[in-house]
């Protein structure tokens, strides 16, 4: 499981919205192939029976009441500041769906 | 300031000078009269905390023209508390890296020695010390990008416990590993910081108020033996082995202990980093701010990519799944070690600073530099590196001390200790 394609690559670009080009594949492969056969190292520990860990200081879910703190809320132009492609105060953004055609 | 305009452009430190909010602020602490515990303390900040109107990039070109509307929390604590900001530091993109190499804006040059690395990722906040241009900085620190820094610029630092310090305002890389601390010249300027940027600000729920522990009248420092090994560069040996004999000599008894995962860290380590990395930059599309995901570089689109992969259908149980159970493990162990001896030492790398270059085309051996770092990452306690002399050609070296989670009041006054012993007296390498 530890030998990487090139069909895997591109399908794990694909998932993680990257397109690459043909040098980058060529550059890549061998080096994530060294990495995912180093990571698969963890094979030979024995995991049965131990519980999965995401946090370390004991937390569970944190809650807070849902309301709106304004001072500690970004005015419309903050907010969209970091894009010039806006539209009435909107992010615009490219279509996801199309016009009808059998229209 | 003259340092920095002397000397930026051979060592890359600064990404962005914020020369006239620098002296803006310095009029208003002049005329302040408040006993501020920062008062005038010139800072530079690891380029991945946001500051409101100053540009931030993480050091990648996605954000290469962000200028954020707020401030991190650690950033406004330290400007409430009177830092100046001179402005912000280089690192490698996205806080990936332990050389500074992986920056889209060029490496930043160890002052001390030009042909070596700083260390990464914290690269431009170590050598803004060492070069000096600031008395303290900021860094991040996922797998050792606080403490590697300091190893190699002749500096103190702080990886604190995992939810000590809020992350409010810090670009996420691995949001179960991150933690945010300071880089000083001495251990009491680090421990000042560190006092005004802990605790919660109600945007981390991560963040864990902890009352600090009492200071121990005596200690116990564990030496873990899978941390001495083959490998291991012989000038840290000695240097270690000195750092022992000095602590003894305070009265500070030493035991072996064990903490059998060691060899395994960096494989669980390169599992839930990656995963968490490809989940964090999945919000870089372009459309808010930043430019699109062809902008990422190298390490950003390996990182993402190997993340993508553990996580993919088929392998998360063999990956992923994993490398939480081991994750597990590592926890126990520590804990475990924490229940027979008060603090434990380690290297902070296995070798003194390493040329630029060096590691570049081989992404595992760069991994690999981390090796002892990943310990205290993956089980959340504190580390504190310390700077313990120079090697044969002139290269900083230190050790780290490693306490249970909120323990940084003992690792400090630990590392006084040793540096009262010592005789210790700051250094740095730019007059």
Redesign the interface.
């Given at each position: 499981?530890s030998k990487?394609t090139k069909d895997?690559?591109l399908h794990?670009?694909k998932?993680?919205?990257?397109?690459?080009s043909d040098s980058?594949i060529k550059?890549?492969l061998p080096?994530?192939t060294?990495?995912?056969e180093?990571?698969?190292?963890?094979?030979e520990?024995n995991?049965e029976g131990?519980?999965?860990?995401?946090?370390?200081?004991g937390?569970t879910n944190?809650f807070?009441q849902d309301e709106v703190d304004s001072a500690?809320t970004?005015s419309v132009d903050?907010?969209?500041?970091?894009?010039d492609?806006l539209y009435n105060g909107y992010?615009k953004?490219g279509a996801i769906l199309a016009d009808r055609s059998d229209k | 300031m003259e340092r920095i305009n002397k000397y930026n452009k051979e060592y890359n430190i600064f990404l962005t000078v914020s020369e006239e909010d620098a002296y803006k602020k310095a009029k208003e602490i002049d005329k302040s009269e408040k006993k501020l515990p920062l008062a005038g303390v010139v800072t530079g900040y690891k380029d991945i905390f946001l500051t409101k109107g100053i540009r931030t990039t993480a050091g990648s070109k996605v954000l290469e023209g962000y200028i954020p509307p707020y401030s991190a929390t650690a950033v406004k604590r330290i400007e409430e508390a009177g830092g100046i900001i001179l402005g912000k530091l280089n690192c490698d993109a996205w806080a990936h890296g332990s050389s500074g190499e992986n920056s889209d804006f060029g490496p930043t040059k160890n002052p001390w020695n030009r042909g070596c690395t700083p260390g990464g990722s914290s690269s431009g906040s170590g050598a803004a010390l060492s070069a000096n241009m600031c008395l303290v900085t900021t860094g991040t620190d996922t797998c050792g990008s606080i403490r590697l820094p300091a190893n190699y610029g002749y500096l103190v630092s702080l990886k604190p416990t995992y939810g000590a310090v809020s992350r409010y305002g810090v670009i996420a890389m691995a949001s179960s590993l991150d933690s945010v601390g300071p880089l000083g010249h001495t251990v009491g300027d680090v421990e000042t910081v560190f006092n005004v940027i802990k605790g919660g600000d109600g945007h981390d729920s991560t963040v864990v108020d902890h009352e600090a522990q009492a200071i121990k009248s005596k200690y116990k420092i564990g030496i873990p033996k899978e941390f001495f090994v083959d490998g291991i560069d012989p000038e840290i040996q000695k240097t270690i082995d000195e750092a022992v004999k000095i602590f003894k000599s305070e009265g500070v008894e030493f035991k072996e202990v064990s903490l059998p995962s060691t060899k395994y860290a960096i494989s669980c380590y390169y599992i839930i980093q990656p995963a968490e990395v490809s989940s964090n930059l999945g919000r870089f599309d372009g459309i808010r701010y930043g430019n699109s995901r062809e902008a990422f570089g190298d390490e950003a689109k390996r990182r993402i990519m190997l993340g993508t992969y553990v996580l993919s259908s088929g392998y998360y149980e063999a990956y992923y799944l994993t490398a939480m159970k081991v994750r597990t493990k590592i926890c126990q162990e520590t804990e475990k070690v924490f229940g027979e001896v008060d603090a434990m030492i380690a290297p902070v790398a296995p070798t003194p600073p390493f040329n630029l270059g060096e590691k570049t085309s081989d992404p595992l051996s760069m991994y690999l530099t981390d090796i002892y770092a990943a310990t205290a990452n993956l089980s959340g306690i504190p580390s504190l590196a310390i700077p313990s002399g120079f090697s044969k050609k002139g290269l900083p070296l230190g050790f780290q001390l490693m306490g249970p989670r909120f323990s940084e009041n003992n690792l400090f006054d630990l590392g006084k200790k040793y540096h009262d012993a010592i005789s210790f007296e700051p250094k740095v390498a730019l007059k």
């Open positions: 499981m990487l895997e690559v794990i670009a998932l993680a919205q990257l397109t690459l980058e550059k890549f080096q994530l060294s990495v995912v180093y990571i698969g190292q963890l094979k520990v995991t131990v519980e999965p860990t995401a946090q370390v200081t937390l944190v807070r500690n970004l903050d907010a969209t500041g970091g894009s492609k992010f953004v | -």
